[in-house]
């Protein structure tokens, strides 16, 4: 019995609802997209629920479920993942929180995003890490990372993840006082109210910000913080599937979860999880981690953003690149000796800019499937096929099948 | 509203992957089964994961599964059901385990089946069982079964199934010391310890044993000792779905399910689990038996034996002897007065030789269900089918609902 490696490649939010504009079909039925269909072709196809039936989720639940865990269970919070996602130097314990720099003015929020600031930001990180003092034991780190965005991270003995956002999510309301929801987060509340005060301080006799103010752009003044999150609470993905797994991602957020669960996080030049990504350089990378590695996780990003930015035509260049990523890792990859599965993390429907609850479909290639009929990769097309329709949290399960390791259960 | 009787066709490791040697058909599609295809057209059809998606299973928990059961929940192991099913005097709280016949030599195994003893075990059971004394009020009861193969149970105070095998699993090794895998498993080791090696002292000492060594053939001076279980903890078959239950199957673990669950356990005779089994006999017993009870589970073994040898033309084989006994059975029952049901326990590949996780046929037929369109009985065709993907443990509620006996859950 021949163990066989296993790929699986997500294209974030490439799962549609038909779309008025292209007469009624989804951008996977309208576009011509030959390497999908080719994984479609030779494999069997289903439709997936990523958690269940009709549950809208977030990309941080999405791939904890897709990767083979139940995202009820372990699921502590968004901020932890990104701070791990964003290569800060996350410990069990720490409590993570996403970040933005923000303008505010006598404590109304101005801009959410400072101007969608481009630069200083690093040493603003730095004189935040350096000059903020916080009672007992508490140590925060924080870091910038692209435009306005950054993660925090607090350290220390008597934390929890139990409290609100300062970030009022919106502009012209006032900032928030972070507020404990348990008793055992009133320490915290009242620590990262003074992480906020002092930071602010900080913040705004910089020298970079005086700099901006004298170009007449929105001083990066103030830090929203919101997302607070722990690790989630899990077995390895190398104990539980007993695979040697990596991950090729460019998103923090994406990143972070499957660093969570103890894959190995791969650096690809010219990776971006933007429009302008390098899908080749994400494929040729995928092809060699498969030498080394018994399980490659590769997810491609900035189709999710086309459709949150509801441009349609957006949508398809993306899809399109995305598809040549996948051919040229058909055209590399051996489907006798590995199992390979084409799927979505959730529906982000362009005409609703949001994540939604419609099941994403699902191909698996490999030498053990038993092939359907399904020729196109697409929503209507796929439920059609072998699978069915199946759960995210299964799966890992069936793809771990596949690939001739799963252990008997039973005699 | 008219109560039905039930029947349940279990055709053991019948589902199949894609076969080279059978241009990438499944033996369910290569070959002609015109019975298994009546059921098809006459039924509703669909897949079914025996436990859940991708889970490869054994036949115990398969079955468990099947019969309507949580495997995760009430699987205790295999020794209890295969002492239940070898027809020893099994009572609650014993500990059963499996037994091999072994050619031990200087502690180091030379042939784990004794080289495939026919005769005289019987002998060596008895001798055993009258020679060994255990300490403290423990009783050992050995019996012989077919070949080299046999069941022991435990029965007294202070034991447990906690204890790993002796059996190493492979020949050239040294034979293992039981060792207990929970504190209150100290005892049971211990005395399992003493009865492998008085038993061994009698074996090599008796005359059955002398007289091989004598025509050259392997001793069998030794017992491997394996797969400890207890019962399930189980409300019987009759208290959950208020059937009188009888079971038509030669194979000791599958008699051993289904007795556990209180089935009654039918003789037939000619029925062997080989594959000389007189399918003709069972398909008599069969319906001659769902006259005098409300539910009737026919198995059939030797497919599965089939695939274990990755022997394609014997599977085939196989497959038409077991069509036959469905052929026999369609023309002698009332599908108006039974609802009667063909699967598999679990896919067992040719090209893998063991149980794998993917999902196996299902159809039923009878007067109450939504007839489909599909009219072959395989793999890939029952899966366009009305029945969807279901689990197994859901098919014996859909069963007792075409037999008119589902309860209302509410008002």
Request: charge should be neutral; proline fraction near 4%.
């Amino acid at each position: 019995m021949m163990k066989k490696k296993g790929l699986l490649i997500i294209i974030d939010g490439m799962a549609d609802r038909p779309v008025k504009a292209l007469g009624g079909k989804t951008p996977l039925e309208h576009g011509v997209f030959p390497s999908f269909n080719e994984v479609a072709r030779r494999g069997i196809n289903g439709l997936m629920d990523p958690i269940a039936p009709g549950i809208a989720i977030g990309s941080d639940t999405s791939h904890i479920s897709i990767l083979g865990y139940d995202a009820y269970k372990v699921y502590r919070g968004r901020g932890y993942l990104e701070a791990l996602g964003e290569g800060l130097p996350v410990k069990e314990g720490d409590i993570g929180f996403r970040v933005n720099f923000a303008t505010v003015k006598d404590g109304v929020v101005i801009d959410r995003r400072a101007g969608r600031i481009q630069e200083g930001q690093a040493a603003l990180a730095q004189a935040i890490n350096t000059g903020v003092k916080l009672p007992s034991d508490v140590q925060a780190i924080f870091k910038e990372s692209t435009g306005h965005r950054g993660a925090l991270i607090l350290r220390g003995s008597g934390l929890s993840e139990k409290v609100t956002d300062s970030d009022p999510h919106a502009v012209n309301e006032r900032v928030r006082e972070v507020k404990p929801l348990a008793k055992e987060a009133e320490f915290t509340a009242y620590v990262l109210n003074e992480f906020i005060r002092q930071s602010a301080e900080i913040l705004s006799k910089h020298e970079v910000n005086k700099e901006r103010v004298r170009k007449g752009l929105l001083p990066a003044n103030y830090l929203l913080i919101r997302g607070p999150g722990v690790k989630p609470e899990v077995e390895s993905f190398k104990q539980k599937f007993g695979l040697n797994g990596a991950c090729i991602a460019a998103t923090a957020l994406v990143r972070g979860v499957a660093a969570s669960l103890g894959l190995e996080l791969l650096k690809v030049e010219g990776m971006t999880g933007e429009y302008n990504t390098n899908e080749l350089a994400k494929a040729r990378e995928t092809v060699k981690a498969l030498e080394k590695y018994d399980f490659i996780f590769t997810h491609f990003k900035p189709t999710d953003a086309a459709s949150h930015d509801g441009n349609v035509n957006l949508k398809l260049e993306m899809l399109a690149k995305a598809d040549r990523m996948v051919g040229y890792i058909l055209a590399n990859v051996d489907l006798d000796e590995v199992v390979l599965c084409l799927t979505a993390d959730h529906t982000t429907p362009l005409e609703v800019r949001e994540h939604m609850g419609d099941p994403v479909p699902v191909a698996i290639a490999g030498e053990a499937v038993r092939v359907d009929d399904v020729n196109k990769f697409n929503e209507r097309s796929c439920a059609k096929g072998g699978l069915g329709r199946i759960r995210g949290n299964e799966l890992m399960n069936i793809m771990h099948n596949y690939m001739n390791r799963m252990e008997k259960f039973g005699a």
